[in-house]
C-alpha cells in the first residue's frame, strides 16, 4: 500500500536513487548539494527536486538538516521512499510543528517504487502521486491504533507546561509514522541534536529552553562541534564557536549532563541487557542493541529531545522482540591473518549487503573481538545500512535471534579488498592523522602511547585525538595521555571528526589517514580533503614518517581460511 505520510504539494523533476543517503555527512546544509563522494548522487543539488530513494541511511543528524535545508529554502520538493523512514521525516514534521513549514513525504511500495524511478517528472497532493502514465492514490496515515495513556493524554493537553505539550505532539506524530500502537517510559536519554549542523538546530533547541524545558529522564549529550572550553584559544571563528557553544550550553540548561561523547556506551554508567532507553547517534545505537543488548530505536535528532522532556518513546522497531530478529545471514570467509583494520572494513560490506535489514554474521567468533573492534564495526556498519542493529554468532547477546525466512549472503576477502581500495584514493604523503571516530577508548589511548613509544610525529605531520572527557580525565590519571602528548599528538574532547572544523582541523593537510571506517567514508564529503585507510599501526608509520605505503595489506591479498557453504 502507497501512503502520505506528510502533506503538502510538489510538483517538479525527479532525483530518483536505488541507494539511500545520509544527509549528515552527505549533503550540504547550506546549499543542498550532494556532498557524499562515494554516493551515486554526489554533485546533484536536491533543492526543488523530488528525492526518490528506498530509505536513509547513516547518522541521526539527518533530520537536522533537511529542517535547515527547509527553512532556507534549498530543501528537495518531497521525499519519496520504499521503505520505512524516520529520521528525515521527523526533520519534515519539527518543520510543520515549529516553523509551519514543510514539505510531502510520501512511502510507496516496492512496485511503484520502481516505476516511478524511470519517470523524469511527478506532481504530489494530498490524494495522489502522478507521473508519466502513473497514478497512485495515497492512503493517509491513522492514529486509531495508537493507544495513549492517561498521562500522556494530560502532556498532550498542556498539564505539564507548554515545551513538555510540544514535544509530546511531535511524539504522537512520530508514533503514527512509525506505525506505534502505544508510547513506553524509557530509563535514559543520549542527545544527539546538540552538533552544531545547521541554524536550525540552535533555534529548535531554544525554542523549547525558552519555553521552560527540564529533561525527565537522566540526559547525556554527543560530542558538540567544538572544545566548549577551549574553542576561542583554539582560533575558531566567533561566528561558528558561539553558535555552536551556545547549542551546547541550551542542551544543558534544560538540564542534559555534559559528556559530549558519541560513545555514550562507554561512560562508567553504560545501559544494561534488555533497558529500555532513548540514544539518538547511529553508532551508539548500533552498539547499545548489537554489544549490550540495550534497547533503543534509532531516533532521529529533534526527537531526542522530545523523548527526554516527555520521558516517553514511540513503541516500535528494535524495542519489539520480534523486530530484533535477523533477516539475513551474512558468513564472512575470514583471511588468514588480518589486522585490526579488518573490523571497519567488514563493518562497510556488512552495511552494503544489509542495507536495511538486519544480519547474523557467521564466521568471526574464533577472532575473539575486543570492544573497541565491535565500536569500530558498528560503527562502519552504521555508515552503509539504516538497520538499527546486528547479530554476531557467539559474541553479541542476541544472535539466536533469527527470523525464519531469512536469506543467505557471504563476504569474501576480496569484498574487504575491494572496501579498502574505495577508503584509499588519497595520496600516499600524509599531513593529517586522525583517529577517535567514534571516540577513542581508554584502551585504545594505551594502545596508541604504546606504538608511539619512543617515536614522534614527523614535523610535517600532525595527530589529532578525539575522545570524550571522561575517557581524557582518566587517561591523564593514568599518564597516558601525557605520553601521546609528549609523542606530539594532540586531544581533543568535546568534538569529534564528523563535526569538527578549521581550525582545529588542519587547513594545510591535504591528505588524512585514519583507521575509522566510518571517517573514511564521511571525511572526502566533510573536509574536502583525500583519504587513505589503514590499521592503528599503519597510521602511527604515517604518523611517524609522513607517508603510507599505498599497497594492500599482505592479508587482503591471501586465500580465504574458510569457504562457508552457500
Same mark, same amino acid.
Given at each position: 500500500m502507497s501512503r502520505r505520510v506528510m502533506t503538502g504539494y510538489a510538483d517538479a523533476s525527479l532525483l530518483a536513487s536505488r541507494e539511500g543517503l545520509s544527509f549528515w555527512g552527505g549533503v550540504d546544509a547550506a546549499t543542498g548539494e550532494v556532498i557524499d563522494s562515494h554516493h551515486p548522487l554526489r554533485g546533484q543539488y536536491l533543492g526543488g527536486k523530488i528525492l526518490a530513494m528506498p530509505t536513509s541511511r547513516g547518522s541521526c543528524t539527518g533530520s537536522g538538516i533537511l529542517l535547515e535545508l527547509i527553512m532556507n529554502g534549498n530543501a528537495p520538493a518531497a521525499l519519496v521512499f520504499s521503505e520505512p523512514e524516520s529520521i528525515l521525516t521527523l526533520g519534515a514534521l519539527v518543520a510543520q510543528h515549529l516553523f509551519e513549514q514543510t514539505i510531502p513525504v510520501v512511502q510507496l511500495d516496492t512496485e511503484a517504487f520502481a516505476r516511478l524511478c524511470r519517470c523524469e517528472r511527478a506532481c504530489i497532493d494530498d490524494q495522489r502521486l502522478v507521473a508519466d502514465g502513473l497514478d497512485i492514490p495515497l492512503t493517509p496515515l491513522s492514529s486509531e491504533a495508537l493507544s495513549l495513556t492517561n498521562h500522556d493524554h494530560a502532556l498532550l493537553e498542556g498539564h505539564e507546561g507548554e515545551a513538555a505539550q510540544r514535544a509530546m505532539r511531535i511524539l504522537h506524530d512520530m508514533a503514527v509514522i512509525e506505525g506505534a500502537t502505544r508510547l513506553i517510559d524509557v530509563s535514559r536519554v543520549h542527545i544527539d541534536g546538540c552538533i552544531y549542523a545547521s541554524p536550525a538546530l540552535l533555534s529548535f533547541a531554544e525554542i523549547f529552553a525558552d519555553l521552560g524545558a527540564r529533561v525527565k529522564v537522566p540526559t547525556t549529550m554527543n560530542s558538540i562541534s567544538v572544545d566548549h572550553t577551549q574553542w576561542r584559544v583554539q582560533g575558531v571563528p566567533e561566528a561558528f564557536g558561539f553558535p555552536a557553544s551556545r547549542l551546547a550550553d541550551t542542551y544543558v540548561a534544560m538540564g542534559a549532563r555534559p559528556s559530549f561523547t558519541c560513545a555514550p556506551y562507554l561512560l562508567q554508567d553504560a545501559p544494561g541487557t534488555n533497558e529500555v532507553i532513548a540514544w539518538a547517534e547511529s553508532n551508539a545505537v548500533i552498539y547499545a542493541n548489537s554489544v549490550l543488548g540495550a534497547r533503543t530505536a534509532k531516533h532521529p535528532d529533534l526527537l531526542d529531545l522530545c523523548i527526554a522532556l516527555t520521558g516517553r518513546a514511540p513503541c516500535h522497531g528494535v524495542y519489539l522482540d520480534e523486530e530484533r530478529r535477523a533477516q539475513r545471514i551474512i558468513d564472512v570467509d575470514v583471511p588468514t591473518t588480518h589486522d585490526?583494520?579488518?573490523?571497519?572494513?567488514?563493518?562497510?560490506?556488512?552495511?552494503?549487503?544489509?542495507?536495511?535489514?538486519?544480519?547474523?554474521?557467521?564466521?568471526?567468533?574464533?577472532? %575473539? /573481538? *575486543?570492544?573497541?573492534?565491535?565500536?569500530?564495526?558498528?560503527?562502519?556498519?552504521?555508515?552503509? *545500512?539504516?538497520?538499527?542493529?546486528?547479530?554476531?554468532?557467539?559474541? %553479541? #547477546?542476541?544472535?539466536?535471534?533469527?527470523?525464519?525466512?531469512?536469506?543467505?549472503?557471504?563476504?569474501?576477502?576480496?569484498?574487504?579488498?575491494?572496501?579498502?581500495?574505495?577508503?584509499?584514493?588519497?595520496?600516499?604523503?600524509?599531513?593529517?592523522?586522525?583517529?577517535? *571516530?567514534?571516540?577513542?577508548?581508554?584502551?585504545?589511548? $594505551?594502545?596508541?602511547?604504546?606504538?608511539?613509544?619512543?617515536?614522534?610525529?614527523?614535523?610535517?605531520?600532525?595527530?589529532?585525538?578525539?575522545?570524550? $572527557?571522561?575517557?581524557?580525565?582518566?587517561? $591523564?590519571?593514568?599518564?597516558?595521555?601525557?605520553?601521546?602528548?609528549?609523542?606530539?599528538? $594532540?586531544?581533543?574532547?568535546?568534538?569529534?571528526?564528523?563535526?569538527? *572544523?578549521? #581550525?582545529?582541523?588542519?587547513?594545510?593537510?591535504?591528505?588524512?589517514?585514519?583507521?575509522?571506517?566510518?571517517?573514511?567514508?564521511?571525511?572526502?564529503?566533510?573536509?574536502?580533503?583525500?583519504?587513505?585507510?589503514?590499521?592503528?599501526?599503519?597510521?602511527?608509520?604515517?604518523?611517524? %614518517?609522513?607517508? %603510507?605505503?599505498?599497497?594492500? /595489506?599482505?592479508?587482503?591479498?591471501?586465500?580465504?581460511?574458510?569457504?562457508?557453504?552457500?
Open positions: 585490526d583494520a579488518f573490523w571497519p572494513l567488514l563493518g562497510y560490506r556488512l552495511g552494503q549487503l544489509a542495507p536495511d535489514c538486519i544480519p547474523l554474521v557467521t564466521g568471526v567468533v574464533d577472532l %575473539t /573481538p *575486543s570492544d573497541d573492534d565491535l565500536k569500530a564495526l558498528c560503527a562502519a556498519f552504521g555508515t552503509t *545500512s539504516a538497520a538499527p542493529m546486528l547479530h554476531i554468532e557467539g559474541i %553479541t #547477546p542476541e544472535a539466536d535471534c533469527i527470523a525464519p525466512s531469512a536469506d543467505r549472503a557471504a563476504v569474501r576477502v576480496a569484498d574487504l579488498a575491494d572496501v579498502w581500495q574505495q577508503f584509499n584514493a588519497g595520496a600516499v604523503d600524509i599531513e593529517l592523522v586522525a583517529f577517535g *571516530s567514534p571516540h577513542f577508548s581508554l584502551a585504545e589511548c $594505551r594502545k596508541l602511547a604504546e606504538l608511539m613509544a619512543g617515536r614522534r610525529c614527523h614535523p610535517a605531520v600532525i595527530g589529532i585525538v578525539t575522545l570524550g $572527557r571522561d575517557t581524557l580525565q582518566a587517561a $591523564r590519571q593514568e599518564g597516558s595521555a601525557q605520553s601521546l602528548e609528549a609523542a606530539g599528538l $594532540r586531544l581533543h574532547a568535546d568534538l569529534c571528526w564528523c563535526s569538527i *572544523s578549521e #581550525p582545529v582541523f588542519p587547513p594545510a593537510a591535504r591528505t588524512l589517514m585514519t583507521n575509522s571506517g566510518k571517517y573514511a567514508h564521511y571525511a572526502p564529503g566533510l573536509s574536502g580533503r583525500a583519504v587513505r585507510f589503514g590499521s592503528l599501526s599503519e597510521c602511527v608509520t604515517a604518523l611517524v %614518517t609522513g607517508r %603510507t605505503t599505498g599497497t594492500l /595489506p599482505d592479508w587482503l591479498r591471501q586465500p580465504p581460511g574458510h569457504c562457508p557453504d552457500m
